[in-house]
T-cell receptor, first 110, second 114 residues
Framework: GIQVEQSPPDLILQEGANSTLRCNFSDSVNNLQWFHQNPWGQLINLFYIPSGTKQNGRLSATTVATERYSLLYISSSQTTDSGVYFCAVGNTGTASKLTFGTGTRLQVTL | NAGVTQTPKFRILKIGQSMTLQCTQDMNHNYMYWYRQDPGMGLKLIYYSVGAGITDKGEVPNGYNVSRSTTEDFPLRLELAAPSQTSVYFC?????????????FGEGSWLTVV
């Protein structure tokens, strides 16, 4: 199956700082999603981005499918951005049968 | 709009007991999934369904069973619970295909087997 590696595993930022999270994957994909898991365990979908670039407020993501990586950018971080960020990929024709990375744990401090 | 609803939220089971985790979605999504998340890890797919009456195994199906009698409901059955099934379980759903293939998760069910 597809291997998904995320880096860095842990990240501590001061409020207001910017960060870049990386997701590398081992095979071609037709489905890539970024999620935020908050400290209460809730999983929120941030982006569906199998290729290209998307932006949503302070967050943006870029996937370069030919080079098998995706980046998640967080600008002007806030304490509410704390949690674990997961990249998940899939390469089947139907359904979101996703393989998850082990995540980047982000802590934003005052 | 409730989205994906899971029950129960917390449960303690004794080894060998059985139970069913309930999941329902009100978004009329064709696809539904059950994932488990072990501490410090990402999620792993247990079972999924592409529509009523159709289910298939994911990466870690052993010890579990599912059914999909309606579009809305996708219960997960644990038979003969084992300590290795201590985990957080997430039900999810997604639209059919294409750019709207975003997956939506329930709030999770914390299960401990003792």
């Amino acid at each position: 199956g597809i291997q998904v590696e995320q880096s860095p595993p842990d990240l501590i930022l001061q409020e207001g700082a910017n960060s870049t999270l990386r997701c590398n994957f081992s095979d071609s994909v037709n489905n890539l999603q970024w999620f935020h898991q908050n400290p209460w365990g809730q999983l929120i979908n941030l982006f569906y981005i199998p290729s290209g670039t998307k932006q949503n407020g302070r967050l943006s993501a870029t996937t370069v499918a030919t080079e098998r990586y995706s980046l998640l950018y967080i600008s002007s971080s806030q304490t509410t951005d704390s949690g674990v960020y997961f990249c998940a990929v899939g390469n089947t024709g139907t359904a979101s049968k996703l393989t998850f990375g082990t995540g980047t744990r982000l802590q934003v401090t005052l | 709009n409730a989205g994906v609803t899971q029950t129960p939220k917390f449960r303690i089971l004794k080894i060998g007991q059985s139970m069913t985790l309930q999941c329902t979605q009100d978004m009329n999504h064709n696809y539904m999934y059950w994932y488990r998340q072990d501490p410090g890890m990402g999620l792993k797919l247990i079972y999924y369904s592409v529509g009523a009456g159709i289910t298939d195994k994911g990466e870690v199906p052993n010890g579990y069973n599912v059914s999909r009698s309606t579009t809305e409901d996708f219960p997960l059955r644990l038979e003969l619970a084992a300590p290795s099934q201590t985990s957080v379980y997430f039900c999810a759903s997604s639209p059919r295909t294409g750019d709207r293939n975003t997956i939506y998760f329930g709030e999770g069910s914390w299960l401990t087997v003792v």
